[in-house]
């Protein structure tokens, strides 16, 4: 089998951080010992095991967070009131 058309054993996660919080984050890991890499699989692995956020998450001082969340309610909130019926392939 030619080596392309074998699949990865992992799989690429993109996302958009700020660039000061993630050269911030990236120092305090680098302090730790750990890659960013290694620091998003313990995230995941806890979700996975907890099958939950492994943290507490509150509105209150979480102004950073805050408009992302509702920002992707309001899409999804969008979304839902879409026609995807041409979707049906019955």
């Known amino acids: 089998m030619c080596s392309f058309c074998v699949m990865p054993t992992t799989?690429?996660?993109r996302t958009r951080i700020d660039p000061r919080r993630k050269a911030r984050v990236e120092r305090i890991l680098d302090r730790l010992g750990m890659t960013p890499?290694?620091?998003?699989?313990m995230f995941f692995a806890q979700i996975e095991r907890r099958k939950a956020i492994p943290f507490a998450i509150a509105m209150q001082g979480n102004g950073d967070v805050l408009p992302p969340i509702e920002y992707v309610a309001r899409i999804w909130?969008?979304?839902?009131?879409?026609?995807?019926?041409?979707l049906d392939k019955r």
């Open 11 to 13: 799989a690429i996660l």
């Open 37 to 41: 890499t290694q620091a998003v699989n």
């Open 77 to 86: 909130s969008d979304l839902d009131q879409e026609d995807f019926s041409h």
